[in-house]
């Protein structure tokens, strides 16, 4: 199966770019309501967890990721306008 952008958002923020970014990287674009949907696509998959607004819930975000079977080979994370 190809690669695409999967997203999985646990809020709002930046909900309006993600088609745009998927096209700019040239993938299709996937939004996931739950984390056993990324799961179920399997490997191969740019996979993007958003918590802007809540940051504090990015390491509990990460945490039910890997134990729906998702693992990281490069995890980056990156902070628009905080401190």
Excluded: T
């Excluded at 996931?32 to 509990?60: F, H, T, Y």
């Amino acid at each position: 199966m190809a690669a695409r952008l999967a997203v999985w958002a646990l809020s709002d923020s930046f909900s309006g770019v993600w088609e745009d970014v998927a096209a700019m990287a040239g993938l299709p674009l996937r939004i996931c309501s739950r984390p056993d949907e990324l799961a179920a696509m399997g490997a191969g998959n740019l996979v993007v967890l958003v918590v802007a607004g809540i940051e504090e819930e990015a390491a509990a975000g990460l945490e039910v990721l890997r134990a729906a079977g998702i693992r990281a080979g490069n995890i980056h994370v990156d902070s628009f306008g905080g401190a």
